[in-house]
């Protein structure tokens, strides 16, 4: 994992733990949905995907 994705995972679990903390447990829980996926990034991904545009998305 690159530095600046380390940076986004610390700062992700931050913003979790703060929200956790103001009891804004459905954020909170989206933001876990979002470490959970930053984790597995090397891994097939088995959703949905529900994006939308023209598949040119760089």
């Known amino acids: 994992m ?3 994705m380390k ?3 610390r700062r992700l679990v931050n913003d979790a733990i703060d929200l ?3 009891r804004d447990m ?3 829980d989206i933001m ?3 470490i959970y996926e930053l984790n597995h990034l090397d ?3 088995f959703g949905t995907d529900h ?3 023209d598949g040119d998305d760089d």
């Open 26 to 28: 459905q954020s909170a």
């Open 20 to 22: 956790q903390r103001d």
């Open 7 to 9: 940076e986004l995972r």
């Open 43 to 45: 891994e097939p991904y």
């Open 32 to 34: 876990k949905v979002a």
């Open 51 to 53: 994006s939308q545009g």
């Open 2 to 4: 690159s530095d600046e």
